[in-house]
């Protein structure tokens, strides 16, 4: 019999509730489906960090926060977890104690795994736990990332990287994605996969895909008869969507209509609807559906047309293989 895995959550001040309660919970539930089948809890979470009772991202106390231990056991995960803030500040209260604690921690000592969440690798960047590795983080801070570590690979735009004895993930959400992954290659796929029925997660998120959804990508502007355009995309892909339909929603003229998406969107209105499709695409294929099952999901008429829209967007692969069932 396993002994179970020794899972020390490190709550500064400050910490972002989701960033550590969604992995926390996922690690509960995988321990509650265990006990189920008559196994035993393959998890044992412990919460630790420089003051017993902080205060967490919305407001409210966690009691009973232990002290930074003098040691960890054998086979350890470390969670970090990010804070409110665009960046990490090293002299904020508990930082600097935590940040000495962590210098003495290294990845793959005595079976050491380190694991972040958002900002969370801010922290491990500090105490130099990511030095050499390769890692990513909530796209806020790849550069604050780049400049803390400059030896650390970081990539963008991925829910969550795999380093061997190291694992960051992109920001809140994507911590129970991690978490799923983790649970998969400790206790299986079919329990990870229970896990995530429990906790109403729709779509299982692995490493390759990426942070940001289709469904938010060149959303970042405020022209609102745009938005309105990209609303009624996203609301029915399945629609016919032609360049004259999409100017009749947003009450303009074609010609218009492409400038707008060029210049406050970054692409081209035709693009953005193919990418939208090809999103839904993805979900269909990952919940188990064929190819051309999925092409009728998500408003291509055919398969054949599904992968010329995969291949114009330069995507690898084939989309049977390209998107894998996770």
């Not at 003495?104 to 005595?110: D, E, F, K, L, T």
């Not at 829910?159 to 959400?173: E, P």
């Not at 959804?213 to 969507?241: I, K, M, N, T, Y």
């Amino acid at each position: 019999m396993k002994r179970p895995i020794p899972v020390w959550f490190v709550l500064l001040p400050g910490s972002l509730v989701l960033d550590w309660g969604g992995p926390a919970e996922a690690l509960r539930i995988a321990n509650q489906c265990l006990a189920e089948r008559g196994e035993a809890q393959r998890f044992e979470l412990r919460f630790i960090g420089p003051e017993t009772a902080p205060v967490t991202s919305v407001g409210i106390a966690v009691t009973g926060v232990d002290p930074l231990p003098e040691s960890l056991p054998e086979g350890s995960w470390l969670v970090l977890v990010g804070m409110p803030g665009r960046q990490f500040d090293p002299t904020q209260p508990g930082a600097p104690e935590t940040l000495r604690w962590l210098q003495q921690q290294r990845p793959g000592q005595r079976g050491l795994r380190i694991v972040t969440v958002c900002a969370g690798s801010l922290i491990a960047a500090h105490a130099g736990l990511l030095d050499g590795r390769r890692a990513t983080t909530h796209h806020q801070h790849l550069e604050e990332l780049r400049k803390v570590a400059p030896s650390c690979d970081v990539v963008g735009n991925r829910v969550f990287v795999l380093d061997g004895d190291v694992a960051s993930s992109a920001g809140v959400t994507t911590g129970i994605d991690l978490a799923l992954h983790l649970i998969a290659q400790e206790c299986g796929a079919p329990l990870a996969a229970r896990v995530a029925q429990t906790m109403v997660v729709a779509l299982r998120r692995g490493p390759n895909d990426p942070e940001l959804s289709p469904f938010l990508a060149h959303r970042g502007h405020v022209h609102a008869a745009l938005h309105r355009v990209q609303d009624a995309v996203c609301a029915e892909p399945q629609q016919d969507w032609t360049l004259a339909r999409m100017a009749a929603v947003g009450h303009t003229s074609a010609r218009h209509l492409t400038r707008l998406f060029v210049e406050h969107a970054g692409t081209a209105p035709m693009v953005y609807v193919r990418r939208i499709r090809l999103a839904l695409a993805q979900a269909a294929l990952a919940s188990g559906q064929g190819v051309t099952r999925a092409a009728e999901i998500a408003g291509f008429s055919s398969d054949t047309q599904l992968r010329r829209a995969w291949r114009s967007l330069g995507l690898a692969g084939r989309p049977s293989e390209s998107l894998q069932i996770r």
